[in-house]
């Protein structure tokens, strides 16, 4: 950033929203300034809806993990430790984080987009678990 022009200021208020950003589980912090509420509630959208639920199932089968296993109830108390070191089902990923995003945004624009990227989650898991059930 330096190299492009940036104040010293500015690149310090950048990385600080940076490092802030990121789900720690029951450890997650919110930022200090309202850039960086913006931009954290920016990347929990991104991890929710249709396109978030396509990312859960990418990144789970590029880390070789089971789509389900109702042996294998989730964590949804989970500190950054635990959560980092977790291992769990792409399902399990839902209730221990997705699920929780639209509670965490802290911008009412955030709030109004994840309602009904909530809602299509919600939707599916509904319909992924009745047919794993053999209801429909």
């Known amino acids: 950033m330096q190299s492009n022009g940036f104040s010293d200021d500015l690149v310090k208020r950048i ?9 720690k589980g029951t450890d997650t912090i919110i930022p200090d300034t309202l850039e960086g509420r913006i931009v954290q509630d920016a990347d929990r959208l991104d991890a929710i809806g249709a396109i978030g639920i396509a ?4 990144y ?28 769990g089902s792409s399902i399990n990923h839902f209730y221990e984080k997705l699920l929780k995003l639209k509670e965490l945004m802290n911008t009412e624009t955030g709030k109004k987009l ?5 809602k299509f989650m919600e939707g599916y898991l509904q319909e992924f678990h009745a047919e794993w059930d053999g209801i429909n």
């Not at 990385?15 to 802030?20: A, E, Y």
């Not at 590029?62 to 291992?87: G, L, Q």
């Open 15 to 23: 990385c600080n929203i940076i490092s802030s950003i990121s789900y």
């Open 55 to 58: 990312r859960t199932f990418a």
């Open 60 to 87: 789970g089968g590029s880390k070789n993990r089971s789509i389900y296993d109702p042996e294998d109830k989730p964590n949804e108390t989970m500190n950054f430790e635990e959560y980092k070191n977790s291992n």
């Open 114 to 118: 994840a309602e009904n990227r909530h």
